[in-house]
């Protein structure tokens, strides 16, 4: 038992050709809170929780969480089913992205799983670091066929032309493309500062119109709003107090980002 | 053989429906004291006994320990029967904790031998660092079953309600829950800076009454005040030579700890 | 799977008795530089490509890189065959090392694979880092057979006479030398500063000697005499900006190059 | 094949219940000198030579040594049956140590292969640091049977009574033990600062008296003194040159010694 991977299924989800759709955390958690918001909207239940040595704490060491109740959890990764799209999808999200060494096998099996519940095609949720404003708001894209081209390019996606998608969310591309699934990344510009949920909403706007999703944003909208504002506070403030110094300096050197896009 | 671990069985132990209590060298000791005060008392000997290229010397290398008689051990895990206790106990304790890559593995060897010995609880025994003068003396509680919340409020242990529990200390709660193994963690408020006896005091004490063990704590009061004199000889020292600085700094920087809990 | 190797092969390799002969990206670029314009010059198709999780990105982390087009691509090695040479030959080329852990056993399963063709005799290719003038333009070579000593030196190849081969370039030479096939390394003298054209063109001299390759140096030359325009363009720009600083100071320091030869 | 092994046997040994006795390289080069003078005095040759992708170089990374003909090897270790000795030994000598992850399953197959020649001890060589002048030229000892007790004692040996025993030298110790083989180590007082002859003489003092081995030690006390002449010139010099500088900062800056013992 070198490494130890653990899929307790929950119970059989009912799913017609799923959408694999992944949204760990990673960049600006972007992924994970577009993925977060369609499962707190439908009120999803998992289907499917992964436990692993490869799943370890975002410190690096292993253990578990606590939660406010006093229990606890080790970290895990976890598969709920969308039905209320037209497409349906399977969802993954989880608490941490697997160790580097763990990405490939883990990511893997969960397309095995997906696979074995007619999973047809992947669409990779994540974030695009930038540091232009006007980038921001902007979806990017990838993909395996030519034909998404076009589709992006109706749906307001910039194409993307280099760079590297790095983590479990290019993994789960480079798999899905080895096994000749149509597979496709969908990336928000962000800063990467915080949790950027405009960046997620940006992305769930296009996801949702590729699946066929009707999405209520207004808790989303709100959400984004009551943020604003309390950013702003600290701006202001932090301004007052060291007028010269970059916004969420400290912030960003607190932060603890082991994780790309 | 990429990894070797050896579980060498001394002689079969006699215990009906043992606790595992967990309680391996960690954050200011307090596990490791608090499981070796039981096995001094009692003057237990261990009936198992693990060695493994997972355990390896506390500065990361590989090699042995020389003892003061000029022979040598490679690091090892014990473990021990204690049926002192109206709940029998399997005690762990050990030189060292397993490497990051072989927690997961040999904890899971060490739960599998205990269950084989019909354990059917876990009891994992730490430090909880804090720098906070009135929580010293405390002892801090996490559970996997809510039905824990009561019992703990009535034996004076406070709820943990966020953080995460590290090492070995974490990973035997966590196995211990996937397994559905009633499994609680009992951590020891402590400085950290030294083999916090208080601490490893405060978990015994807490310990005994859930395992029903009549424990004489004579031995341990008299080593802590011992140790308070020493301690204070030396603050007192410090504090005539480096006024300002702060107690300990030496020995903080000089102890090597890379493990948490 | 806690290493991922897969071997695509696109179509079988019609080749005799082919050397393999190795170019992966490495010191000044030199192995991939030379192996690839010989690619180039004859449009030759790759036969087999592989994937595995021993191919990572170059700066550490998993994931995929992403092309032009908007299409991607996880890192990849890919094995070309070439009968335009008397001898025949199978290329390898990719987009980077096989990591440390990886090394032996991806380098083993090539060589296990051009065996299968045939293959006795293995070429590498890399690059020789020195800071000597004198010796920029010269080619380095190692053997594992004595009797290669006069044929390197009527082909002007200095004996490499210390040192150390680092990377897959030593571990190709030393696995074929497990195996008792004539195994020879031509290392071009470079400054390793950026991607050297010059060396690899040095180092295509003596393999096409070798190998019995007629090749057109025509585009190379052509290729080297334009980027020796723009870098004394650039050269010139900098002294006059910072007159005393050395020459491409800030591309080295920019340069990832974790891999050596 | 994520590890590789190649052990080869060159030719079967005549020994007859040969002691086992390792000297890799080390603090001070102590054990690898010690057995290497052995080698060379009796003009022995390996009958038996290992490869692994365990033993890489020694700055970390992969590849081959390049040797003064322009020839090349991977990293090995090799093994040396002794019969001048009245205990008949194998000898395991190499170019580096296993890395840590290796040590365990290289030193263990190399205890397999001796075993089946016969081995019924382990003898293993190293340095001991020391900064202290007066211990300089001292062997110091561990066994795992107080019966060698008194035999160190009788031989002038120093027992040690802490510490550790770290790399393959500790590792062959504990494997020894656990094998119930008889296993003591020969630790020769050394600065560490440089491959140090009079060290690995007092240890082969004693190791020849323990196998029964009648060994001329004039080449090396020649050696020796010409040693101390020359490192005598260099501090002189140095002592010139940077009057109050510590003799051999220099040396000991530059020299990499990722290895105890």
Chains 1, 2, 3, 4 share one sequence.
Not at 61 to 69: L, N, P
Not at 93 to 117: K, M
Not at 183 to 199: N, W
Request: net charge neutral; charged share 25%.
């Amino acid at each position: 038992m070198p490494a130890w991977v653990e899929i307790n299924i929950l119970r059989e989800p009912k799913v017609e050709k799923p959408a694999l759709i992944q949204g760990l955390p990673g960049l600006g958690f972007v992924g994970k809170l577009a993925v977060n918001y369609i499962i707190d909207e439908f009120k999803l239940k998992p289907f499917a929780e992964i436990y692993s040595s490869y799943l370890i704490l975002s410190d690096g060491s292993t253990g578990v969480q606590i939660r406010e109740d006093g229990t606890y959890h080790l970290p895990k990764i976890e598969l709920y089913a969308c039905t209320e799209s037209k497409k349906h999808a399977i969802l993954i999200t989880g608490d941490v992205q697997p160790t580097i060494h763990g990405q490939y096998e883990l990511v893997s099996r969960i397309i095995d799983l997906a696979q074995r519940y007619g999973c047809d095609m992947i669409i990779a949720l994540g974030g695009f670091q930038t540091p232009i404003e006007r980038e921001l708001g902007k979806v990017y894209g990838v993909f395996n066929d030519l034909s998404f081209e076009n589709k992006f390019k109706d749906l307001g996606v910039q194409i993307t032309r280099s760079g590297a998608i790095t983590g479990a969310c290019g993994v789960i591309l480079g798999l899905g493309s080895q096994r000749n699934l149509p597979s496709i990344g969908l990336l928000g510009a962000t800063r990467g500062d915080y949790p950027d949920m405009e960046a997620a909403r940006s992305v769930l706007k296009v996801l949702s119109q590729i699946i066929g999703l009707k999405l209520d944003f207004s808790r989303l909208e709100k959400e984004i709003e009551e943020f604003k504002i309390r950013l702003e506070t600290v701006r202001r403030l932090q301004a007052e107090t060291y007028p010269r110094a970059p916004y969420f300096r400290r912030e960003r050197e607190g932060e603890k980002s082991p994780f790309y896009i």
